[in-house]
T-cell receptor, first 114, second 112 residues
Framework: EAGVVQSPRYKIIEKKQPVAFWCNPISGHNTLYWYRQNLGQGPELLIRYENEEAVDDSQLPKDRFSAERLKGVDSTLKIQPAELGDSAVYLC????????????FGPGTRLTVL | DQQVKQNSPSLSVQEGRISILNCDYTNSMFDYFLWYKKYPAEGPTFLISISSIKDKNEDGRFTVFLNKSAKHLSLHIVPSQPGDSAVYFCAASNFGNEKLTFGTGTRLTIIP
């Protein structure tokens, strides 16, 4: 069974540029999460989807971040414009249920903003 | 406000010995705790969990202990193996809220 797929794996951009990350969850997983992991920190939830509905986006900086999960399958996270402080690893996870401990994480996208 | 704390950024243990990783939390509403393991360039993978109604949970070489009064949990790995070298994250949630709050991680190095 294929795991959570994320692309790109690495991205380097200059500040004020836009950037987008893509995630394809495990087939059949209705719940999808986007996390941000800063250097030396644990992952922090940005947004959680149940199918195509964003059920928790309280930690998403909505002035520059946006996300979508059309058709309830794959998802895109966008930053526009990027700032230096956005440099981090962006992790996508999916789960068949909403229970803790059932999340499967992708390898992440490492973003560097210069 | 760091609600889940892992005060040891790193730990080195001889192969075959016991590894003990510690985690403290401040939010008394947390009632479910998890440990994740992360290798470089990979996402975290679920390792073991414990509910607040228990004080111990075992899975093979891995045991998690929970001390609710002290708001402290620990992960014991015995015997430690070279493949256990990774970063370990403690995480917590409360019933009815699936959001996980992660600690900052402990890098475990197993010395052959």
């Amino acid at each position: 069974e294929a795991g959570v797929v994320q692309s790109p794996r690495y991205k380097i951009i200059e500040k004020k540029q836009p950037v987008a990350f893509w995630c394809n969850p495990i087939s059949g997983h209705n719940t999808l999460y986007w996390y941000r992991q800063n250097l030396g920190q644990g992952p922090e939830l940005l947004i959680r989807y149940e199918n195509e509905e964003a059920v928790d986006d309280s930690q998403l900086p909505k002035d520059r971040f946006s996300a979508e999960r059309l058709k309830g399958v794959d998802s895109t996270l966008k930053i526009q414009p990027a700032e230096l402080g956005d440099s981090a690893v962006y992790l996508c996870a999916s789960s068949p249920t909403s229970r803790p401990g059932t999340q499967f994480f992708g390898p992440g996208t490492r973003l560097t903003v210069l | 406000d760091q609600q889940v704390k892992q005060n040891s950024p790193s730990l080195s243990v001889q192969e075959g010995r016991i590894s003990i990783l510690n985690c403290d939390y401040t939010n008394s509403m947390f009632d479910y705790f998890l440990w994740y393991k992360k290798y470089p360039a990979e996402g975290p993978t679920f390792l073991i969990s414990i509910s607040s109604i228990k004080d111990k949970n075992e899975d093979g070489r891995f045991t998690v202990f929970l001390n609710k009064s002290a708001k402290h949990l620990s992960l014991h790995i015995v015997p430690s193996q070279p493949g256990d070298s990774a970063v370990y994250f403690c995480a917590a949630s409360n019933f009815g809220n699936e959001k996980l709050t992660f600690g900052t991680g402990t890098r475990l190095t197993i010395i052959p």
